[in-house]
């Protein structure tokens, strides 16, 4: 519709240049015709006067030149008629005359040249065209006849012809835009959008045939070219389906979309997949009068978007924009990704109430804290574990209601916020097949039996056939805790759980990113980001997190002073940039946070900076995908310091960036990903002396060690891809009977 628009506005535009310069030549011609026939007009009077006032003037006859003078300015054209001796003292003038307005000299100075001359001038306002004609006798001056000639109706022709012009050009332009949009609209636009739609169609696999879309003749031959084109793609589809049935029982060869794709088609036969998780994919909100999306940060959406691109399905999440509503179909449905569908997402709505309780509360200052060693107090409210229970259900709810024509549904919940969610599906659905993937480090069983609420949470869990975690670590923390509250059979070489007559399978998947990934859709210009940030420096290092507790960000910058105290020969040489992502800012010890790591920030940026130069640049937004690739290029060292974390896919984006092997990673040893990413420095992030030669270690790395660590961590990320993890978490859930 904007095109549209825009293509008339400019073609109008065009037309009101042409018109407004045609009626410009016509206002001026005709202003110039007037005027010249007003001058003939009055030179002509002037002649015929001066045969009348010249004998009356030398006779000193002034009652006779004051009659004629009266006689001729009854004319209603004539502002005024004036004769004058040769002093410039008048002799005779008529009725309102505007002796006050045309001065002495300029008569006197046209008898001195004995020249008559005219001129436009504006009298009291009027458009006025005033004639001096000099007067003789014995072929002397003897004085001058004034004429003031009203010369208004000049104006008002050319102010007529503006308004008929301008009159007429509208209706043109009412007319001319009616026929440019009928025939954008529909001769142009309609039948490319037809088009597009189909090929969009074609993209996606679905069958079309593009030669039945009605196109006007024009576009027969682009039609033509795109059926070629369309053709062509599903024939390559149909080969790289072919080629990835062949590599499913191949285990050495590379997972990707269309090999997890071919997977699901020929393990669940047409099986939908549920996904259920607390973070929505994609979050719309409101700006001004338009609706933008963004993708929120954090690994669990990172990893579980690419899955569903490519397995499909429905994804039940909490809507948290503030234009989700407005952009959601009345049952809180809509086809994602925005820019190419390839699944749906429905949304569930809370309260605020409820989301203080359930979310800010439980979810983040009990679990969260309770299930990392990052030394803050957990805070246990019943009001929160209410609000818990509640969500729990109204998820279970809306689930319920999605799968009741299903049969045997494949359901996947993500994380500690849906904890109690698998019982309560499985109580009405047993026939479903139930997995929970917990995403962050499950703790000991001492430090999980402080709960209040153990019991009921390990019992929620226990409704699922599958449960699944990061590292073989968790899982026997999970075991163990199990074994400590709950009076059941764990069976540690099948690593099952026997509660309430139903088996729960606990095993390890350490979940990854897209390697190989889609190709980026913007590239952005790599100097001009670091343009923006005023980084000038021949060494960058960077840190991406959100803005948590847990991700070591405060110990990390510990660790860059501490560097430079001791290498002082890197200041002005090196730059570290702390991507920070806000996020749970409705928690005090959240805001809390933020403000000491800004305050840290600036402290060390005015300890150790300059005039032209900080060691620390903080940005505290989120980053889309594209601008954080292009930062991933670009440093030279990447920092990953978690206090403690289930995976940390940072690193392992990190990683995947570097195409030509290059650069370090710094990454904590309590991290899930220090387990796969062997060729990282390793540090205890608790110490910023270990921190800052770390990053000693990674800045003066040669090139050849470089290209073996990061070869080493790229063959990790790429045999263990989250297409693989999906397929594994998948196949162990459907395989369960």
């Known amino acids: 519709m904007w095109r549209i628009l825009g293509i008339t506005a400019g073609a109008l535009v065009a037309v009101s240049l042409i018109v407004g310069g045609f009626t410009f030549n016509q206002a001026n011609q005709e202003s110039l015709s007037l005027s010249s026939d007003l001058q003939y007009r009055t030179r002509v ?368 919940v993500q994380d500690y916020h849906l904890v109690l969610l698998p019982a309560l599906i499985k109580a009405s659905r047993p026939d479903a097949q139930v997995a929970i993937f917990w995403h962050i480090p499950w703790p000991s069983a001492e430090a999980f039996s402080i709960c209040p609420w153990r019991k009921e949470l390990l019992q929620g869990m226990l409704g699922a056939d599958l449960v699944g975690f990061h590292t073989q670590q968790y899982c026997n923390n999970f075991l163990d805790t199990v074994g400590s509250e709950l009076e059941s059979l764990i069976d540690y070489e099948r690593f099952s759980i026997s509660y309430s007559g139903h088996t729960t399978y606990v095993k390890p998947f350490p979940i990854s990113i897209a390697f190989p990934g889609l190709a980026e859709t913007h590239r952005g210009n790599k100097s001009n980001v670091l343009e923006r940030l005023g980084i000038r420096t021949q060494n960058l290092v960077l840190g991406v997190d959100r803005l948590d507790y847990t991700k070591g960000i405060l110990e990390r910058f510990k660790g860059i002073e501490f560097f430079f105290d001791t290498h002082p020969e890197y200041k002005e040489r090196m730059t570290f940039l702390q991507v920070a992502s806000p996020t749970r800012e409705s928690v005090e010890k959240y805001r809390e946070y933020a403000n000491i790591v800004t305050a840290e920030a600036e402290r060390i940026n005015e300890k150790i900076g300059t005039n032209t130069w900080q060691p620390i640049i903080l940005e505290k937004r989120t980053y889309s995908h594209a601008e954080l690739r292009d930062l991933y290029e670009l440093a030279q060292v990447c920092m990953v310091t978690s206090l403690h974390d289930g995976m940390n896919l940072v690193a392992k984006e990190y990683v995947a960036a570097r195409s030509n092997e290059d650069g370090a990673l710094i990454l904590s040893m309590f991290t899930g990903a220090s387990r796969d990413m062997r060729g990282a420095v390793l540090v205890n992030p608790y110490s910023a002396e270990e921190t800052a030669e770390a990053l000693y270690t990674a800045l003066t790395m040669t090139k050849t060690e470089q290209h073996r660590r990061m070869k080493t961590m790229r063959d990790s990320v790429r045999d263990y891809n989250v297409y693989r993890w999906a397929a594994e978490l998948i196949k162990a859930l459907a395989s369960l009977t």
């Open 45 to 412: 009077l002037a002649d015929s006067l001066q045969d009348s006032i010249e004998p009356s003037l030398a006779a000193h006859e002034t009652a006779t030149t004051q009659k004629i003078v009266d006689r001729i300015s009854k004319d209603e054209r004539i502002a005024g008629l004036g004769v004058f001796d040769s002093t410039g003292a008048s002799i005779a003038v008529s009725q309102g005359f505007p002796a006050d307005e045309i001065h002495d000299p300029a008569i006197t100075a046209n008898m001195d040249k004995d020249t008559a001359s005219g001129q436009f001038i504006r009298l009291s306002g009027t458009s006025t065209y005033v004639f001096i004609e000099p007067l003789h006798a014995d072929n002397q001056v003897v004085g001058a006849l004034v004429i003031a000639q009203n010369a208004a109706y000049i104006d008002q022709a050319v102010s007529h012809i503006w308004a008929d012009n301008l009159l007429r050009l509208i209706a043109q332009i009412l007319l001319f835009s009616l026929a440019i949009f009928a025939l954008v609209r529909w001769v142009f636009l309609k039948p490319l959008q037809n088009i597009a739609e189909h090929m969009r169609l074609a993209r996606r696999g679905d069958e079309v045939d593009l030669e039945r879309v009605e196109h006007p003749s024009l576009f027969h031959g682009l039609v033509g070219e795109i059926t070629k084109m369309t053709s062509s793609l599903r024939q390559a589809r149909a080969v790289a389906s072919e080629e990835a049935r062949m590599r499913l029982e191949q285990i050495d060869s590379p997972w990707t979309a269309e090999r997890l794709k071919e997977f699901i088609k020929s393990s669940l036969r047409g099986r939908p997949i549920f996904v259920v998780s607390n973070r929505e994919p994609y979050v719309h909100e409101k700006t001004g009068n338009s609706i933008q999306w963004h993708v929120p940060a954090g690994g669990a959406v990172t990893a579980l978007e690419s899955v569903m691109q490519a397995a499909g399905g429905t994804w039940l999440a909490y809507g948290s924009g503030n234009a989700d509503k407005e952009i959601s179909g009345e049952d809180g449905k809509i086809r994602v990704p925005p820019e190419e569908p390839q699944y749906t997402l429905k949304r569930i709505w809370l309260t605020q109430k409820d989301i203080d309780g359930y979310y800010n509360g439980f979810s983040n200052e009990a679990l969260w804290p309770l299930s990392h060693m990052a030394h803050v107090r957990p805070l246990f409210r019943k009001e929160d574990w209410t609000a818990y229970r509640k969500v729990n259900g109204q998820f279970a709810k809306s689930l319920l209601s999605e799968i009741r024509n299903v049969e045997q549904p494949l359901i996947l």
